[in-house]
């Protein structure tokens, strides 16, 4: 893994992604039925690129590719593959596959792996595990979906917080089954409430009769199962956990939630917030076909179709003056689409800061009225510009004035359309990406055309 | 930290983040002048909540609050500052206060700390190291920005690979001095290139006898020094990475990423990306001042405002379909507005899909063709009611079809160019979210005026 070879196509084909050439490979043999190929081939790969691999590949050759790979699906695979096509893959395991599979999972991957399948396959994995593995899990499905309690692991490494470093190092030392990864132990009181906890670092490095309290770290915080993951994964990247300690209503700890689900999160969370922006419903994968994907685009492109009718609208109030001056018809568009662009601009600062909390109703009323000064300058000088060339080229320096203001206009609404709606749908208890982008494009569009019009109206007719 | 507070705002209240009642103490306090009210309500605040307090609020009570608080600014808070103020804070403080607050940081913190800071502040700060840390601190800077040698800290914990787990068990409870975060011991050959690492947990529950080299982790990854910091997140995300060794030109081990700096990059990594498709220039944030804020939104509004008189010259070759109909200056910015949303949505599911490496060479056609057919489908969709409320409004059938065919057009033109823009730039080796946003509207525009009035000028005329 210490070379990286790059090419012209940028930073696909680095090495710590699927490689393009492997995927040729492999569909090469796939389609030559070569399964000696697909094995030599398949062998090097991680098991988040052979899922990778699978989504990038047509639902034909998937099913050839697992019905041809002797290697077959395991669990660490079966975790890594995306929703869009989990189901499929699922489906088209036998049986004892599927049960050996899930059966090498932690009670976390579980949970993450059959939450969205549909009831019978639900089953068909639960009643794969062992009895109480399979209690874990369907205690773990009782808490709410994208809940602290969905994300946790609930195999937890724990010591009495009045122990010594040597009391807990030999506990450690004879124990025979430690969760896979764990970083802290965890120092609980006589109700099984977390106390604090201490890393192995530090355990470590410390003398036997130091006691587990005196060394615990600064950084302890616990997640309630209920908080959101969202949240919890805003609270790993600010306060630079590693681990965290669920404990319920009571207090008690019920599990642990490690930095790495916390960081699967957080991306899931971004791609969540652009999508959302850019009008897309639901989960969006390259892997979905045709309808999944209309089905993810139509709503708003439905609502885009009634919003971009009240633009018509203004516009057709204008009617008498565009008979008058045609060549406005031409013009009216660039101070609405400057507008847009301004707006998207603006939102996209407000969503971003709304989402890493740094807007807040501390400062919303200085980032509101940055983004009016802001607005006016760029309007200013976009006003210059568009001014000077709409004079020039239409030979006419009042419509090169009526651009500038309504451009002034326009830009103004614009820088501070898009923090105010963000601002106003986090307040109502939306999320703030929720369809911003169509309300203040919306709002630009109306004013642009609305400004532009009737200072051309009053100014020109 | 176990409860969560909520109230209607939302989540800005959950105790996860700084608590904005919090913050209107500490503002009301500032306004008094009453530092013991400062103090004691900035005592319990983590350091990262006291950084995102001095970003919220304004730069005259920045200086109020630095220069009333007892507390002074320490090492973690100031690696925790936002960029915007860094300049500012550091250049307010006193020079012994700085000077205590940087020798608490680890060497990564450091460089992170002053990589963007001015000649001279960067000097000051340097100066104010012990020797061996100045040194190591220097050495890093000389790695290009954003790479995996500015990211790593330099302090690991090694073992020769043919150690046992009582030896290095021994050899770590020996050391005085060692990191304050370390998850693996990294295995060395003679060369001290890294072969291996064994997680602590590991090594806490095996014999004295094993052979270190016996339980090494299958995760086991090296990063090359002059690796982008954005692969190397992408790499822990994809991967579950916890720590990677970091390596020289040679192979040979020089210093440690851990995932919480990972997780970090990953943040700023899509918080560029959304920025960057809304047509932001550079690293925004809520503290900008107004001037900043327009330098980095000007450059993309004035190519917008050429890339938008496009769409006006196209019109303005219609000007005689328009004098004799004038109702369709009001209908024309339905299908170039419907269509700017649906290409922002291909665009933004491509962006995306391109950065997380799952759409790549293997699938592009497949994604393309899928983006065809479902825009065909949104087009047809969109167009059976546009068309007919077009028809109903305007008590024209032919206006109706004319609507209907555009926006078909204009549909299948967005989502195929949403997902070609990306690929393209991507291609060149261009970022696929530089200005995508601002190609395809001007796409979608063009389009959509050129489709509408072009089959209005040949069905009504």
Redesign the interface.
């Known amino acids: ?4 070879e790059r090419d ?5 084909d ?1 090495d ?3 490689d ?1 050439r492997a ?2 490979t492999i ?1 090469a043999a796939i389609e030559s039925g070569d399964a000696a190929a697909i094995d030599a081939a398949m062998e090097p790969l ?1 098991a ?2 052979i899922a ?1 691999l699978l ?4 639902p034909a050759e998937r099913r050839a590719l697992l019905a041809l790979w002797s290697g077959g699906i395991d669990g660490e695979i079966l975790s890594e593959i995306d929703e869009s096509i989990r189901d499929e893959v699922i489906g088209a395991l036998p049986r004892e596959v599927l049960t050996e599979a899930v059966r090498e999972l932690e009670s976390d991957d579980v949970v993450d792996l059959i939450e969205d399948l549909e009831e019978p396959q639900q089953e068909m994995i639960l009643g794969a595990l062992p009895q109480d593995e399979r209690v874990a899990v369907e205690k773990s499905l009782t808490y709410p979906e994208h809940s602290a309690g969905r994300l946790m692991q609930r195999e937890v ?1 724990v010591a009495p917080e009045h122990w010594t470093v040597g009391e807990a ?1 030999d506990f ?2 004879a ?2 089954e ?6 802290h132990v965890i120092l609980v009181d006589p109700a099984h409430r977390p106390v604090g906890y201490v ?3 530090k355990l ?2 410390s003398k036997r009769t130091v006691r587990l309290r005196d060394i615990t770290e600064d950084s302890f ?4 199962v209920l ?2 993951e ?3 994964a ?9 681990s965290a300690p669920v ?1 319920d209503e009571g ?1 008690r700890l019920v599990g642990v939630i490690t ?2 689900d ?3 999160v ?2 899931e969370e ?2 969540e ?3 959302m ?4 419903a639901g989960e ?7 309808l999944a ?2 089905r ?3 709503p ?3 609502v ?2 009634f ?3 009240l ?3 203004v ?2 109030r204008f ?1 008498g003056t ?2 008058a001056i ?2 406005l ?3 009216m ?2 101070v ?3 507008g ?3 707006g ?10 709304l989402a ?8 919303a009323a ?2 509101v009225r ?2 009016l ?2 607005g006016l ?2 309007g200013l ?2 006003a210059g ?2 001014g000077l ?1 709409g004079a020039l080229i239409s030979g006419d320096a009042l419509i090169g004035g009526v651009l500038a203001l309504a451009m002034i206009v326009n830009q103004i609404v614009a820088a501070t359309g898009g923090v105010l709606v963000p601002l106003a749908l ?4 939306l999320d703030p990406a929720l369809a911003s ?2 309300f203040v ?1 919306t709002l630009t ?1 109306v004013m642009g ?1 609305l400004a532009f019009l009737g200072f051309a109206t009053w100014i020109l007719i």
Chains 1, 2 share one sequence.
């Open positions: 893994m210490a070379e990286t012209e196509t940028g930073r696909e680095d710590y992604a699927l393009t995927v040729e569909r991680h988040a690129d990778d989504e990038q590949i047509d490494v190092i450690l030392r124990q025979t430690l969760p896979d990864q764990f970083y890393t192995l670092g470590m490095s915080r616990t997640m309630n908080e959101e969202g949240d919890v805003y609270a790993f990247n600010q306060y630079h956990l590693i404990v207090g930095i790495d916390a960081m699967a957080l991306d971004h791609e917030d652009v999508l922006l850019a009008g897309v969006a994968s390259v892997a979905d076909g045709v994907t209309v993810q685009r139509i708003w492109l439905v885009n179709l919003t971009a009718s633009s018509a609208f516009i057709s009617e565009l008979v045609v060549a018809a031409a013009l568009p660039i609405a689409s400057t847009g662009i301004a998207t601009q603006s939102l996209a600062v407000a969503v971003r800061a890493t909390r740094d807007l807040t109703a501390s400062n200085r980032v940055r983004e000064v802001a300058l760029n000088l976009l510009l568009l060339g986090h307040r109502i208890g982008g169509t494009t569009d055309y």
